[in-house]
């Protein structure tokens, strides 16, 4: 079987058309359009482009925001102005005659580790992806969950510092992505810096500011986990996203710090692991929420 799997960010738009469970057969992607109309002619051409004379099955659609997954609405999204209460799958499926399936593009990227990537296996396991925000993804007893109003898994808005904190993109204050995300770890260093590349080099190097900054990301991490650990138990914790590649030191210290701080209980057996997929997550989990759609599997 044969599908399409898209990954729709604020800034990319990256597909793929996957046979099987993980094989990439081409891969197109593309800077994400201002508006929705403007985004759904280029998720078209996109698509258009990814069948190119294959039989296709049927299409998954990652969208970073509140999606609701059941009906293929895009509620809201932070990052993408003008994408609120459209129905995308109807859309989709209108222009296209295939049909269209859709989630969270960090849920997407979760499914994917779960079922080709880092957490293979697991039946129970929290996913989160600190970069310019931080995203979430929770599986319990093998079945992503959405929550009640589709925004569960929004691990990045756990309240650390809500009466001292950074104000956050939410509109609540001190939420753990305010402290440890990509711009707020650049931002606790109090220094010009374009990336957190160069909090690593520094680090590397020895200097005091970048190992304190290093350090207390960390530590607001792992209180993140810790809470998330001792709440679900999971089998497994997958960390990813441009944060934990650009500072691969800190998966040792969050180890390390969640050891201290969750219930000991809640640590045995308690992996915490690298996710094994990089950019291409969100549209490979789209691809495989598709295909599982599809095969009636979910
Ligand atoms: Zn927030």
Not at 61 to 73: D, E, L, P, R, S
Not at 123 to 143: N, Q, S, Y
Not at 166 to 191: D, F, M, N, Q, V
Request: hydrophobic share 45%; aromatic share 4%.
């Amino acid at each position: 079987m044969k599908v399409i799997g898209i990954d729709v960010g604020g800034t990319k738009i990256y597909g793929g058309l996957v046979e099987g469970e993980n094989k990439i057969l081409r891969t197109k992607r593309g800077f994400t359009p201002a508006g929705f109309e403007e985004g759904v002619d280029f998720l078209s051409s996109l698509i258009k482009d990814l069948i190119e004379g294959e039989e296709i099955a049927g299409i998954g659609v990652g969208v970073a925001g509140f999606i609701n997954f059941a009906q293929g609405i895009v509620i809201s999204s932070p990052n993408l102005p003008g994408w609120s209460d459209v129905p995308l799958k109807r859309i989709l499926e209108e222009k296209t005659g295939l049909p269209i399936f859709m989630d969270n593009d960090v849920n997407c990227a979760t499914l994917a580790e779960l079922k080709i990537g880092v957490g293979i296996g697991k039946k129970d396991l929290v996913a989160i992806f600190p970069g310019t925000g931080i995203g979430g993804g929770i599986v319990i007893d093998g079945r992503l969950i959405h929550g009640a109003s589709f925004c569960g898994a929004e691990i990045g808005h756990i309240p650390i510092d809500p009466d001292g904190g950074p104000r956050c993109g939410c509109g609540r204050s001190g939420c753990l992505e305010t402290l440890c995300s990509g711009p707020a770890i650049i931002r606790s260093t109090k220094r010009p810096l374009n990336s957190v590349d160069e909090v690593h080099l520094a680090a590397e190097e020895g200097e005091e500011w970048a190992i304190a900054a290093l350090k207390r990301a960390a530590r607001y991490l792992s209180q993140g986990i810790a809470i998330m650990v001792n709440a679900l138990n999971p089998e497994m914790v997958v960390l990813g996203g441009g944060v934990i590649e650009a500072l691969p030191k800190m998966v040792d210290l969050v180890r390390r710090e969640v050891w201290s701080m969750a219930l000991p209980q809640a640590l045995k057996g308690l992996k915490i692991e690298v996710a094994k997929m990089h950019g291409e997550a969100g549209f490979m989990g789209a691809a495989l929420l598709a295909r599982e759609k599809i095969m009636g599997v979910s």
